[in-house]
């Protein structure tokens, strides 16, 4: 499956992140077939619209609130280089704890009650789920 995420991705890096023009909601969560289920719920979700967090000289972070609550954030970078990416919880208004995930390997990537950081590789675009943790006290 990954395989086929990276080929269905590839027409979208080769289109969006070698101009300079500025990328859409679209181009972030393309409306497409995809094997991997998570990111086709991810890509037929468009409950709440999707809103650009930030945006910098080579790098900008979307963020899709999805109707479990969770939130996905689309990492782009179109540089050359690696980039770090910082990315706090309050700019897309979510508290407390929560769980990242990679949407096109499954793999977990922590939990954290403040921010998401990643180093993205160059002309990439990485889907990250991050779900709420429930409180222990709560339950």
């Not at 590839?10 to 995809?34: I, K, N, R």
């Not at 995930?101 to 998401?116: I, K, L, N, Q, W």
């Amino acid at each position: 499956m990954r395989g086929v995420l990276a080929i269905s991705m590839l027409g979208l890096l080769a289109g969006c992140l070698v101009c300079d023009s500025p990328l859409t909601a679209q181009d972030v969560f393309p409306q497409a077939p995809y094997a991997n289920a998570e990111v086709a719920s991810i890509a037929a979700a468009g409950v709440v619209p999707d809103r650009l967090l930030q945006r910098g000289a080579a790098t900008e972070v979307w963020v899709r609130e999805m109707p479990n609550d969770d939130y996905v954030l689309a990492l782009v970078n179109r540089s050359a280089e690696s980039q770090d990416v910082r990315v706090p919880f309050a700019s897309f208004g979510s508290g407390g704890l929560l769980n990242a995930r990679d949407c096109a390997t499954g793999r977990a990537e922590g939990v954290s009650d403040s921010e998401y950081v990643a180093l993205l590789p160059p002309k990439t675009i990485r889907w990250v789920r991050l779900s709420v943790v429930p409180c222990a006290k709560c339950l």
